[in-house]
């Protein structure tokens, strides 16, 4: 078990590194737009479908 964690704790650091970069970038972008629709003024709104419904 030891051997394996020398042998791929380079991999397993740079995995760790890329998934918390993606996160950070997810939460960066959430609150962006959210900002940015904060701003517009435009009020929160639930989204309703038009149109007939499907799952008769």
């Known amino acids: 078990m030891l051997d394996v964690l020398k ?3 380079m991999a397993f650091i ?3 590194i ?3 970069l993606m ?3 997810t ?4 609150s962006f737009g959210d900002k940015m ?3 517009t003024g435009v009020e ?3 989204m ?3 149109g007939e419904d499907l799952s008769k």
């Not at 939460?27 to 959430?30: A, F, I, L, P, S």
């Open 27 to 30: 939460m960066g972008v959430m």
């Open 44 to 46: 929160m709104q639930t």
């Open 14 to 16: 740079f995995l760790f």
């Open 37 to 39: 629709l904060r701003d």
């Open 18 to 20: 890329v998934v918390a």
């Open 23 to 25: 996160l950070a970038g």
């Open 48 to 50: 309703k479908p038009r």
């Open 7 to 9: 042998r791929y704790s």
